[in-house]
């Protein structure tokens, strides 16, 4: 306790001295505290995007082998493809229509990888119904027709996204369950009226659907009516199913437009002729029953992606390059790699500052203790042990040290935001606007839209609607705030610093011979 005591008096007796010394820690302990709380702010925002981004994954025919098949089909004429169409066998005309598609055997053999959590099925296809006419194909077929079929015409019906479509043709997406469809999910639509349909309509392969406020309007539709789709290459009794409307939504981007849109204008409903059925239920449709679009995985981490293509590349082989296990890692590091920037800066900042904060304690020390020979030889003279005068040394120097952190812990708590977003470089990405470029209505055909948006996500929601760009993640940003590790970080630190000053007093206080010092008066 007569340490404590004296130490501390010899604290207040140096004010003015002391006081210099913890301004200068001061400053580079709130220097330091403030990069370590950007650090641990960046390493919390991580651990949160990983979570979000950076564990989607999902099977799809390749961007290669779909450029392959669109240069191919380029080179051929319209009287080639007809004749083709002409004589193709029914199972010719199966193995065409499978040809862009994925098995799902090879989907559902994936989905038992152990780092997948939740996976889901999609299909997205052209349907015809006989008894409703798709306004936007209306338009597309007269906006044609008004700059003559020559023009542009015999570049193929994928190319134009129209071939093999009538006024009649609607954009089909099915899935196991209607709620978890990306456009529900990310907020592109909202449903409005009745329900969605659910994991035990996919499995009991129920005719139900779900359609678009705009068109069950224009067709005096609503929850409960029935519609009428053609099976794709059937005929006879078997042709046609009757579907019941279970739910109609709104597309929310087309609803926004058209509040600040003309009505000429808002009549073009780019996302409006969109059904929605049980994945079972469009496969029938399609005549694809063993085949999907794609297959949707959520997974445990970013950090499992190089295994998950490892696993992919074993249950894909013997398939050649036709399908790629596509992921959102390019989404996870446009967002994470300012925040690794932002993290390694501070980092730097920090070590810089401790640094200096470890060479003013040293230097503050050597001054202190030159100055004061005298009187720790009267000290040591008098009977003090070597332990007595380190000790009432070490009070003395942890007094200063304290109250520094203290203040550099307050105000840490005032600019550690300001530092962290000065510390965040600004994104300068236009991935989004060439999304917005790229993206293509849903109403002109599976084909070319799949091809122009190949490297589209279905997570990502509306990637055959216009303002596609509003889906896409937004740069990550830092909140710097304080926390419990950061105080016991400040004790940490306070502890080094005080150890570090510490060096001077002990070695200059073994090495002090008292008769030596009084000898010098």
């Known amino acids: 306790m007569r340490i404590f005591h004296r130490g501390f008096r010899s604290f207040r007796r140096n004010y003015t001295r002391n006081i210099i010394v913890v ?49 191919a089909e380029r080179q051929r004429t319209a009287a080639e493809r007809a004749a083709e169409a002409r004589s193709m066998t029914t199972a010719q005309e199966q193995a065409n229509r499978v040809s862009d598609l994925v098995p799902a055997t090879l989907a559902d053999e994936f989905s038992k990888d152990n780092h997948i959590q939740t996976y889901d099925e999609v299909l997205e296809t052209n349907v015809t119904v006989p008894g409703l006419t798709n306004t936007n194909m209306q338009q597309l077929f007269q ?49 409005i009226s009745g329900k969605q349909f659910t994991y035990e309509d996919y499995k009991n392969a129920n005719p139900v659907v ?43 981007q087309t609803q926004q437009q058209s509040q600040s849109s003309s009505s000429s204008v808002s009549s073009f409903n780019p996302a409006g002729n969109e059904f929605f059925a049980p994945l079972s239920v469009v496969q029938k449709l399609n005549s694809t029953p063993a085949y999907v679009s794609l297959g949707s995985y959520y997974f445990d981490s970013v950090d499992n992606t190089a295994a998950l293509k490892a696993t992919f590349k074993k249950d894909a082989s013997g398939t050649g390059d036709k399908y790629e296990l596509a992921t959102d890692l390019s989404d996870y590091q446009a967002i994470a790699d300012p925040l690794l920037k932002a993290r390694n800066t501070s980092v730097i900042g920090l070590a810089g500052a401790l640094g200096a904060c470890a060479v003013i304690i040293l230097l503050a020390m050597v001054i202190i203790v030159s100055n004061r020979t005298r009187e720790l030889g009267i000290l040591k003279a008098i ?21 520094a952190i203290i203040l550099a812990m307050g105000a840490t708590a005032l600019i550690g935001q300001s530092l962290g977003n000065w510390l965040l470089p600004k994104s300068t990405s236009t991935s989004s606007q060439q999304a917005a470029s790229q993206s293509a209505p849903g109403g002109f055909g599976g084909a070319a839209s799949r091809f122009l948006n190949q490297d589209n996500l279905y997570k990502n929601g509306g990637r055959f609607s216009f303002n596609s760009a509003s889906q896409k993640q937004q740069a990550a ?44 008066e």
């Open 23 to 71: 301004v200068l820690l001061f400053v580079c302990l709130t220097f330091s505290m403030s990069m370590l709380a950007v650090k641990l702010a960046a390493d919390n925002q991580m651990q949160t995007i990983k979570g979000t981004v950076g564990n989607y994954a999902e099977i799809k025919l390749s961007s290669a082998y779909q450029m392959k098949q669109f240069e």
């Open 383 to 403: 009977g003090s042990t070597d332990r007595q005068v380190i000790g009432q040394f070490a009070v003395e120097i942890l007094c200063v040290c304290l109250v």
């Open 143 to 191: 906006l044609r027709q008004g700059n003559g079929e020559g023009q542009g015409g015999g570049g193929g019906g994928r190319g134009l996204g129209t071939g093999g479509m009538t006024q009649n043709s609607f954009y089909f997406a099915g899935n196991t369950n209607g709620a978890s469809a990306s456009d529900f999910t990310t907020g592109a639509k909202k449903l």
């Open 477 to 520: 940003k830092l909140n710097v705030v304080y926390r419990g590790s950061l105080f016991l970080y400040g004790i940490l630190i306070l502890v080094g610093i005080s150890l570090v000053g510490m060096a001077i007093p002990v070695f200059w206080i073994i090495r002090l011979r008292p008769a030596r010092v009084l000898s010098m």
């Open 210 to 252: 779900v359609i678009e406020k705009n068109l069950a309007s224009q067709n005096s539709l609503k929850v409960g009516d029935t519609v009428e789709a053609q099976v794709s290459g059937a005929s006879g009794v078997a042709s046609t199913i009757d579907l019941k409307i279970i739910g109609i939504y709104e597309t929310v």
